[in-house]
């Protein structure tokens, strides 16, 4: 499940060259699970085909309020709509939007519509700078309709400038948070994710397998429902609004930095996978291989030494009304291990799962998950998405802090 699935969502296109960019919003609103009902402008048509939109979308696309068998096309979308989103939003639509002439299929629909309204304006830097354009936007902002900046970068014929169409995985992230219940609203989450990589000599590393995608997909549900995130990460992971990424690699790195933003922090997660042990010493440069024997030395023999554990040091120093959450990768005795890291660690809620079952954990775009939790309850999660792993956990988290507060 994601905040998508199942959801009507009406896609207005108008007239300007971004309009390509919302094919690929099309169908990755598509491939979350929601109904997409395409509207172009008949500018639109000068920039896209209608095949193309019909072919990804969920029905066919609608140009006109009259060339349909339905007399009412546009009350009957703007009525079942959980969402309309425009994009591009040119400033003949915008101003349309604003002044309430439903002069087409597009304006008609925003204007039947109860809907919330994300709004995704793309034109020249003189276009969106001009007064009447600046005017209509704060207008539809009064009224409530979400208005998705564009970006600065380079437009249609070479310049440079703000008016460009925000890129479609903004837009989608930004469909999913208006979808999404925001019950984390005004929390801030700090999450890790990722293995840490503890260094050798120069070039060498002792890393572990975690690809960091449970925590990055933490993040951005946590930014969906209304949170203010950040990420302690050891992987790159591309920034959005509300999601700070901050670039760690060693265990000592990540405690730095996840010591540093605890204090701020509502809800904390450590989902890294933080490497227990690292060499006592870092060699000098590379260490180079004996020619003679084929031996490298000082790699045959490595001293250990253990890193400090970041969710004990942060569940024993954490202040009243954070919720702390860790995760526990076991291979067997699932909730007894878990239960027995809970209270070793001091924290809310353990996520453990099972890595040694097929498509769990490490690497895999799915996870099965069991959440144990310090009140007492357990609850197994089925394999799924780590999307929707996240979405449970986010649950989880939200239940703890509403029966703490009550
Ligand atoms: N963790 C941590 N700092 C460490 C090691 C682990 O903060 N130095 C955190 C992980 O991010 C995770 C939790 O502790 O949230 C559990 O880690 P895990 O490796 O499963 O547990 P261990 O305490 O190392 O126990 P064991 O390896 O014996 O299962």
């Known amino acids: 499940m994601t905040a998508l699935s199942g ?12 309009a390509y960019k919302s094919v690929e919003v099309c169908r990755r609103m598509v491939d979350m699970g929601a109904h997409v009902a395409p509207i172009m402008t008949s500018d639109a048509e000068h920039f896209i085909g209608k095949t193309t939109l019909s072919a990804l979308a969920s029905e066919p696309v ?46 008609a ?3 039947a519509t109860r809907a919330p309204v994300l709004v995704c304006p793309a034109m020249h830097t003189e276009m969106w700078e001009h007064a009447a354009v600046a005017d209509n936007i704060a207008t539809l902002r009064r009224r409530g309709v979400s208005i998705l900046e564009p970006s600065v970068g380079r ?22 948070r208006l979808l999404s219940p925001a019950d984390l609203s005004g929390l801030h989450v700090v999450i890790s994710t ?29 930014v969906a429902r209304g949170a203010k995130v950040t990420l302690v990460s050891t992987v790159d992971v591309e920034s959005q609004p509300a999601l700070d990424v901050v670039d760690v690699e060693t265990a000592e790195e990540m405690r730095e930095a996840m010591v540093r933003y605890a204090s701020g922090a509502d809800v904390i997660v450590m989902a890294a996978a ?11 440069g590379k260490l180079k291989k004996n020619p003679a024997t084929g031996q490298i030395e000082g790699l045959s023999a490595i001293d250990l030494e253990p890193t400090t554990d970041i969710l004990a040091e942060l569940g024993a120093s954490r202040k009243s009304g954070q919720t702390l959450v860790g995760f526990a990768a076991e291979t067997s005795d699932l909730v007894a291990n878990a239960t027995s890291k809970l209270q ?8 453990a799962n099972d890595v040694s079952k097929p498509g769990v954990g490490f690497g895999h775009g799915t996870n099965a998950v069991t959440l144990v939790a310090s009140d007492g309850r357990t609850r197994e999660v089925a394999l799924a998405d780590k999307r929707s792993i996240a979405g449970e956990i986010l649950d989880e988290v939200v239940r703890i802090r509403g029966s703490r507060a009550n």
């Open 155 to 176: 437009l249609a014929g070479g310049d440079v400038g703000a008016g460009r169409l925000a890129d479609p995985e903004r837009i989608v992230a930004e469909v999913e």
């Open 7 to 18: 959801k009507n969502v009406v896609l207005i296109v108008s007239g300007g060259i971004a």
């Open 109 to 111: 629909t925003l204007i």
């Open 274 to 284: 933080v490497a227990d042990v690292r060499p006592a010493r870092v060699a000098d």
């Open 344 to 351: 070793r660690k001091g924290v809310d809620l353990i996520v």
């Open 194 to 222: 990722g293995g840490t990589r503890e260094p050798i000599d120069a070039v060498r590393v002792i890393a572990n397998r975690s690809s960091g995608k449970q925590g990055i997909a933490l993040a951005r549900e946590a």
């Open 62 to 107: 609608r140009t006109t309020l009259w060339d349909d068998a339905d007399p009412i096309p546009h009350t009957r979308l703007a009525q079942r709509a959980d969402l309309i989103v425009v994009a591009p939003a040119t400033a003949r639509l915008i101003g349309s939007y604003a002044a309430g002439i439903s002069s087409d299929m597009a304006v």
